[in-house]
Structures are given as structure tokens and as C-alpha cells.
């Protein structure tokens, strides 16, 4: 017996197709190469956007992408071993920089 009021609402795990997908690419030898990505936690991850303007929000206009469903896109990611699929997300973060920031060089005084 379900206490909530929303019994028709799909179990957060439960796939639903999502169509079409803009999926961000990124130039490769033999064409265009899927960008993988990290989940907060680093578990590598396939993305996907329902809209042009939700990817260009994200990840700049300068993004390039490509049209594919989410069963092709679960099955190009598959064999890299990437099995999540995260489908719009509102944020991303830089990538990280390979130069440690240093605080300001402090005078070293004689005694």
C-alpha cells in the first residue's frame, strides 16, 4: 500500500525513452567522438539533452553535438564501459587545471 498521493509516478530508476538527444561530441580522427563525463561521485557517464538550448547552457556555444536516441547512445557508451546516462543536466563544472594554485610568495625575513 502506497501512502503517497503520486501512486502513478514512475520509479526514479524506471528508463523511459527520452527521443532524440543532442549528445556533445568532440573531433576525432575518424570523426566525432562522444564526450564521456564524471557524475559527482567520478562515475563515468554518458549525457544527453533534450534541447540544442539546454546543451548550450551547459557546456557553452562552442559545444559541438550530434543527434542520437538513448538506445544508441547506451549502446555507443556500452562497450566503454560507461552504463550511466544522465539526460539534461543543469550543471557542469571546469576542467580541472593541471597548475596548483599557489598563495602569494611571502618575504622570507633574516633573524
Not at 573531433?27 to 539546454?54: C, H, K
Amino acid at each position: 500500500m502506497c501512502l503517497s498521493p503520486y501512486d502513478d509516478d514512475p520509479d526514479p530508476e524506471e528508463r523511459a525513452p527520452a527521443g532524440l538527444l543532442h549528445v556533445p561530441v568532440r573531433p576525432g580522427a575518424a570523426g566525432p567522438a562522444l564526450r564521456m563525463f564524471r557524475s559527482p561521485m567520478g562515475e563515468r557517464t554518458a549525457v544527453g539533452f533534450t534541447r540544442q538550448d539546454l546543451l548550450t547552457a551547459a557546456l557553452g556555444a562552442g559545444q559541438s553535438s550530434i543527434r542520437l536516441s538513448e538506445p544508441a547512445l547506451r549502446s555507443l557508451a556500452a562497450p566503454l564501459g560507461v552504463e550511466r546516462l544522465v539526460i539534461d543536466p543543469a550543471l557542469s563544472a571546469p576542467a580541472v587545471t593541471a597548475e596548483p594554485v599557489h598563495p602569494a610568495a611571502q618575504p622570507v625575513r633574516a633573524l
